[in-house]
């Protein structure tokens, strides 16, 4: 591997760490300095807005700052990230998210894993994340479609932070977070056995997401943008003709 590919693989694996350390410890800390849940949970948004926007604008310039699967996975799809990174980058992002746990729990001087979190079993929170997961895709690739990438930073801690409220989950949107906080028990926690259905609606989300936004932002046909999913087959498939190509030339012109 080249050295970028070291610095980019050591980004992913060291900001995913840190995320799901600073989403843990904010939850260590809310519930010692307050027993009201609602407190607790601003003082976990807040942290966890605030260390987005740090790794992402950090990291961005080295690996793309996912620190999520699901996030690599888009961009593997449209073709801008490689086969080989995607199948580099996606365990370490399990492994940090890993590490950042018990790193969290060695500071507050807790056992380093418990594994009798929270149940997060219902359809209701099964959805949430379906949810979550849809509108993070549609913040980051709207916000690359609107010219305006250097929000990202910002755009996602936002998202994240609204996520945090308004959905019944709480927004994880992301399945190495989503292992990550199973080796937990305390705020921030979720049951090993609620981690299969978090991670089903995360996948749900990025089916039903990623088309959306290729056919919302990348001008591609309804078609063109589901095969967006399968980059083996979509790479094979001539290009749609774009909407603005579509147009009579006067029209054209006009624009």
Known sequence: M???????????LVGTAILVTTIIGSGIQGETLSQDPAVALLGNTLATWGILFVL???????????????????????G??????????????????????????????????????????SLGEWLGEVIAT???????????????????????????????????????????VTVGRSFTNTFAAINPSSILPYIAGQIVGLIVGLPFCEWMWNDKSFIAATLTLFPP???????TRSRQENLPVDQVNSR
């Open 134 to 176: 849809i509108g993070l895709l549609m913040t980051i690739l709207g916000s690359i479609g609107a010219n305006a990438k250097g929000t990202i930073p910002m755009a996602v801690g936002l998202y994240i932070t609204a996520g945090y409220w308004f959905t019944s989950s709480t927004s994880f949107a992301n399945p190495a």
């Open 2 to 12: 080249s050295a970028d590919v070291h610095r980019a693989a050591v980004a992913e």
């Open 56 to 78: 992402i604008t950090i990291f961005g310039p080295v690996s793309g700052a996912h620190f999520n699967p699901v996030v690599s996975y888009v961009f593997f799809c449209r």
């Open 80 to 121: 801008e990230l490689r086969l080989n990174d995607l199948i580099i980058y996606i365990p370490l992002q399990f492994c940090g998210a890993i590490i950042g746990a018990i790193m969290a729990h060695a500071m507050f001087e807790l056992s380093l894993a418990e594994f009798d979190g929270k149940d997060r079993d």
């Open 233 to 239: 087959v979509a790479r094979s498939v001539p290009e």
